[in-house]
Every structure is written in structure tokens, then in C-alpha cells.
């Protein structure tokens, strides 16, 4: 089993930063990618920003600029600076991995989610 802990969220005036972590534990015998999701009230999910093997690098364009993802691939954790925060960013963020396991399978675990509140 794996799991996926994050931390980091809360309430930020808009302008504000935060930092969210999410670290990766448990049967892993490698992880691919690690990214970001967030999922705001009425609305779908979406991709926040993603990376793949410490390599490519994608982020969604209304955070492209304000937020920066870094990995550390040997502790298996991911996070995300979020800066120039705006309401629009409001939302429950979830950490998101693609995880081989020791018998070669691959498989998505999702974090249990974050709360991240921009005030106006």
C-alpha cells in the first residue's frame, strides 16, 4: 500500500504565499510522476501543475508564472509555492502520484487533500 501526506494549506490574504508538501510512503518501487490537483466548490478537479521523473514540467496557464513545483525523487516527496495568491485559487488541493510497485505495477494514489482559502 501507499499513501500520500500533505501538508501545508490554510488562509492567505490574496497576494499571499503558501508552500504545499506531499511526501510519498510506504510499498514503492519507484514514483513517476507527482503533481498538484485542486478541486474548487461546483467544479471539477483539475490538473494544478505535474511533473514526471524530475523532468517535464507542466502547469496549468492561470497559475503558470505564480506557482513552482520542485520534486525531491529521493525522498519521494513533491511540493508547490504558490505565490501572488488570488481567490480564484481557492480550493481543496490534492497530491496526486503515479506509483510502481515492487511487483511492476503502476498505479495513481491521490492524497486526502488540503484546504488552500484566498481572502479578498
Known amino acids: 500500500q501507499v499513501q500520500l501526506v500533505e501538508s501545508g494549506g490554510g488562509l492567505v490574504q490574496a497576494g499571499g504565499s503558501l508552500r504545499l508538501s506531499c511526501a510519498a510512503s510506504?510499498?514503492?518501487?519507484?514514483?513517476?510522476?507527482m503533481g498538484w490537483y485542486r478541486q474548487a466548490p461546483g467544479k471539477q478537479r483539475e490538473l494544478v501543475a505535474n511533473?514526471?521523473?524530475?523532468?517535464?514540467?507542466n502547469y496549468a496557464d492561470s497559475v503558470r508564472g505564480r506557482f513552482t513545483i520542485s520534486r525531491d525523487n529521493a525522498k519521494n516527496t513533491v511540493s508547490l509555492q504558490m505565490n501572488s495568491l488570488k481567490p480564484e485559487d481557492t480550493a481543496v488541493y490534492y497530491c496526486?502520484?503515479?506509483?510502481?510497485?515492487?511487483?511492476?505495477?503502476?498505479?495513481?494514489?491521490w492524497g486526502q487533500g488540503t484546504q488552500v482559502t484566498v481572502s479578498s
Open positions: 496526486n502520484a503515479d506509483v510502481t510497485v515492487p511487483s511492476g505495477r503502476v498505479y495513481g494514489y
Open positions: 510506504g510499498s514503492i518501487f519507484s514514483v513517476n510522476a
Open positions: 511533473n514526471f521523473n524530475g523532468g517535464t514540467t
